[in-house]
């Protein structure tokens, strides 16, 4: 049976009864297309199905393919109109025809719900099913944009028939009445009842309100840019919602907007979303403040280019596994196109038999975290659990190389670091070793305090799991999160603040800086630095050449020193095997307090040495240096997810 008629299925089977889709489809063992596909597939088919029941009877699909059930023409017009891959059947199959012959028109009436939608783009139309599929308990958040309007305004006008209400409760319990809360932690932030559509109205059609999650204010309200701070980078910036937050923000800082000499600088890899964050820009007046670098890597600006000298601070939100997105683990409402000629409001389902289902609490509770939606709209399926750590294991280290690339900035003081995830793995993780890493320290990055930040995100309740800091109180403290599901109407989310203090900057960052040959003690230092002001040292062993000799310094005779091997994986001491250090069972070079890595006796043993002292100043440049060379080695080589 096929991927459609499987999905079908299931679907007629919730249409009747309702219930968990997740639970429905993981805890199905006759299943035979993969189940996290039949889980994404479905879902997905749910939440679009109010606006492609308009597109299927536009079209008439239902009475020009007498054959097709109106499930699954939802299934196969959401994968010809809206999957990535079109519809996965071969050519030549009957179902698969049955939809592309009506290719033509089907695109027409796409195109047609989506401006009776005021959506620009079909990216943004997804926003909004998104936040369309939202269940009850969440509100509808609207930023007011500052740019073009102020909230007063928009009480007097777009809400002027809303009552207000005093508490987030009141909202998102629905009774039908139109009620709204002004936020008392974001500024210019309002919830809305849930069964209203905001997007039918003129606020939103001339980008005076947008549509944003609270969670989601988070990150451009704790980096608060001011008038000191120069220009700000948004780094991964479609769809946008973020860059025009960040210049409302910077707009309203500024003590005289007739002069505005500040930009927000928005770099958006993929070119398609590229193309949205260019509509959503202009939508909300934002384009005199935003210089959009559409199609560019983030990872592929030189931070030190004249360009970026004046960016002060850093928006970071990249690609994560969208966990903490609402509305993707649990079943919307379908809604079934009709017939036009028969006006059946409930025709035939589907014609398959319906499956006896056993329910294995365990197995459906291992399995529940499998079939992630991240948070660029893309579908990632995660068959088991090794795949789920394999995926947040290569997430983790892109967003921690975004980071450390962020931290490189010359003029930067401040950057946030966001998710959409509520695992551990891509924020409090991603966050302890960004702080331990070279650069940071080099640099002086530190953690934002919770005492010195923004008064609304200081008195936001939930914070970061103190666990997963390694048990460090302040970081836990200092690292802000929230969670669906409870009962405060928001998204899951991760955000976390870092400042930059110069003084803390280490003193080999300053002395790498300086690179004219001195020492920390103000003698003559004895290594060859190349043009850059990084140490010059030797291939093979890594140790400091050393000037008067033209040879790098001697290794101590009892320590051995193996070549590096050639097809060491990320380049860069901490992959090589046989090194002269001291590895940690994941193969990282295991480091004192001081960042100062223990050596390996001959033959090698468990108990390792530590450098005496005319070798530590030595090691000290040689681990250091080596660290930045890997940083940038894999930076070249990472080619980032296909979002
Ligand atoms: C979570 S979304 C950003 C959402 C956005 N900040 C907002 O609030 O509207 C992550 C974005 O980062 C982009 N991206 C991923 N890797 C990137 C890179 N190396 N450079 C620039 N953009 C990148 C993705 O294409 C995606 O559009």
């Excluded at 549509?211 to 120069?230: N, R, T, V």
């Excluded at 070119?271 to 007046?285: E, I, P």
């Excluded at 809604?335 to 459906?364: A, C, M, V, W, Y």
């Excluded at 100043?617 to 980032?640: D, I, K, L, Q, S």
Aim: glycine share 8%; net charge negative; with cysteine.
């Amino acid at each position: 049976m096929s991927l459609y008629h499987e999905a079908a299925d299931i679907l007629s089977e919730a249409a009747g009864g309702g219930g968990n889709l997740k639970s429905k489809v993981f805890s199905n063992k006759t299943l035979k297309s993969p189940v996290a596909q039949v889980y994404a597939l479905a879902l997905e088919t749910c939440k679009w199905s109010p606006v492609l029941k308009e597109i299927i009877e536009k079209a008439d699909l239902l009475r020009l393919e007498r054959k097709l059930t109106p499930v699954l023409s939802l299934l196969l017009v959401h994968d010809l109109l809206l999957a990535k891959g079109g519809i996965s059947l071969p050519t030549s199959h009957g179902l698969r025809a049955s939809v592309e012959r009506h290719r033509a028109r089907l695109s027409s009436e796409l195109a047609r719900a989506r401006i009776r939608r005021h959506a620009p783009t079909v990216e943004l139309l997804r926003s909004q099913v998104d936040a369309q599929a939202q269940q009850a308990g969440y509100p509808r958040w609207v930023r007011i944009n500052t740019l073009v309007t102020c909230l007063e305004d928009q009480l007097d006008t777009t809400f002027a028939h809303f009552e207000r209400v005093l508490n987030i409760k009141a909202v998102i319990v629905p009774n039908g009445e139109k009620l709204i809360y002004i936020d008392p932690h974001i500024p210019n932030l309002v919830a809305a009842s849930p069964n209203v559509d905001l997007t039918k109205t003129e606020a939103y059609a001339s980008g005076a309100i947008i549509l944003q999650d609270k969670a989601s204010c988070f990150p451009a309200y704790l980096l608060d840019p001011g008038s000191e701070d120069g220009d700000v980078l948004d780094a991964c910036a479609a769809p946008g919602n973020k860059t025009t937050h960040l210049a409302a923000i910077l707009y309203q800082h500024h003590p005289d907007p007739m002069h505005f000499d500040q930009a927000v600088i928005a770099c958006e890899k993929d070119r398609t979303r590229a193309g949205t964050l260019d509509k959503m820009v202009k939508k909300a007046a934002a384009d005199q403040i935003c210089k959009l670098l559409l199609g560019q890597d983030f990872l592929k600006i030189d931070p030190n280019d004249p360009r970026y000298r004046n960016v002060g601070a850093l928006l970071l939100d990249p690609s994560c596994s969208g966990s903490g997105i609402v509305g993707r683990d649990c079943i919307p409402t379908i809604h079934l196109p009709r017939d036009s000629i028969e006006g059946n409001p409930q025709p035939k389902l589907d014609g398959s038999k319906k499956r006896k289902r056993e329910t294995n609490e365990e197995e459906e509770g291992q399995q529940e975290s499998r079939a992630l939606v991240d948070d660029d709209g893309g579908m990632i399926l995660v068959g088991s659990d090794p795949e789920l750590e394999e995926r947040l294991g290569a997430l983790s280290s892109f967003q921690l190389m975004l980071l450390l690339h962020a931290f490189k900035f010359p003029s930067a003081k401040k950057i946030t670091y966001s998710t959409c995830s509520i695992y551990a793995e891509e924020n409090e993780k991603v966050v302890g070793r960004a702080l331990q890493s070279h650069v940071a320290r080099a640099r002086g990055w530190k953690i934002l305090a919770r005492k010195d930040q923004v008064r609304g995100l200081r008195e936001w309740p939930i914070r970061g799991e103190l666990a997963s800091c390694d048990s460090n109180e302040g970081i836990a403290d200092a690292v802000i999160r929230s969670y669906k599901d409870d009962g405060r109407g928001v998204m899951g989310f991760f955000v976390a603040g870092f400042v930059r203090d110069d003084k803390a900057a280490s003193l080999v960052e300053r002395e790498d800086r300086r690179g004219d040959g001195a020492s920390r003690d103000g003698k003559e230092e004895p290594y060859v630095r190349d043009e850059s002001g990084m140490v010059v040292r030797d291939p093979s062993t890594g140790m400091p050449v050393l000037k008067r000799t033209g040879k790098p310094v001697p290794l101590p005779e009892e320590i051995h020193i193996r070549a590096p091997s050639a097809n060491a994986g990320g380049g860069g001491e901490d992959s090589d095997d046989d090194g002269p250090y001291v590895k940690d069972e994941n193969g990282m070079i295991v480091r004192d307090d001081e960042g100062m890595p223990f050596l390996r006796r001959k033959p090698s043993t468990s108990t390792g040495l530590l450098l005496g002292p005319l070798e530590t100043v030595a090691e000290e440049e040689g681990v250091e240096a080596g660290e930045e060379e890997e940083e940038e080695e894999e930076e070249e080589e990472w080619e980032g997810f296909d979002d």
